[in-house]
T-cell receptor, first 118, second 117 residues
């Protein structure tokens, strides 16, 4: 079974500052993928960034980077130069190999609400 | 162009009614999903389909019946609606590459907010 834990129900950051959203995971799979999604108040789910368990480099996508520490089973999202539009709920999620009874299944954390102050 | 679309966006109905939510994706993906987001914003998978075949049924009551007429569509029919069914239902799709160790992102539809009175 897979489990994702996001321990920060809410985070506040000043505009233009960087912020780290925490995510830890638990799985017995050797191969897995880690994802971050953003859910603004309008409700849609927006994919931000992905990290494969065998990727040696931390993933980056524009202002988003994923601080992947495999031994500690953590996959924290770093948002640099925060903008007002970054205010949203952020979900960490993971999945295992395609195939079998967990085909494609994403397991989500509880989410972290990020508020960016001007 | 909308990648994953759902209709309706809002659905308000009485307990005991039967309702359907439709989902379509134009991404050419082979796998589609239904997720439920409860009032605490927790997201949980309900079903997944690969090439019209049911793969995951995550202990969902049998009042919920997904149907996939083709790999671009995955509809969700709910019988005898209960108050606890009130939630936001998301459809999603992805292209799977079994055994490859490649994990493509899932693209989500806009969600359907179901309110059962």
């Amino acid at each position: 079974a897979q489990k994702i834990t996001q321990t920060q129900p809410g985070m506040f950051v000043q505009e233009k500052e960087a912020v780290t959203l925490d995510c830890t995971y638990d799985t017995s799979d050797q191969s897995y993928g880690l994802f971050w999604y953003k859910q603004p108040s309008s409700g849609e789910m927006i994919f931000l960034i992905y990290q494969g368990s065998y990727d040696e480099q931390n993933a980056t996508e524009g202002r988003y980077s994923l601080n992947f520490q495999k031994a500690r089973k953590s996959a924290n999202l770093v948002i640099s130069a925060s903008q007002l539009g970054d205010s949203a709920m952020y979900f960490c999620a993971m999945r295992g190999l395609a195939g079998g009874t967990s085909y494609g299944k994403l397991t989500f954390g509880q989410g972290t609400i990020l508020t960016v102050h001007p | 162009d909308t990648a994953v679309s759902q209709t309706p966006k809002y659905l308000v109905t009485q307990m005991g009614n039967d309702k359907s939510i439709k989902c379509e994706q134009n991404l050419g993906h082979d796998t589609m999903y239904w997720y439920k987001q409860d009032s605490k914003k927790f997201l949980k998978i309900m079903f997944s389909y690969n090439n019209k075949e049911l793969i995951i049924n995550e202990t969902v009551p049998n009042r919920f019946s997904p149907k996939s007429p083709d790999k671009a569509h995955l509809n969700l029919h709910i019988n005898s609606l209960e108050l606890g069914d009130s939630a936001v239902y998301f459809c999603a799709s992805s292209q799977e590459v079994p055994g490859s160790g490649i994990y493509n992102e899932q693209f989500f539809g806009p969600g359907t907010r179901l309110t059962v009175l």
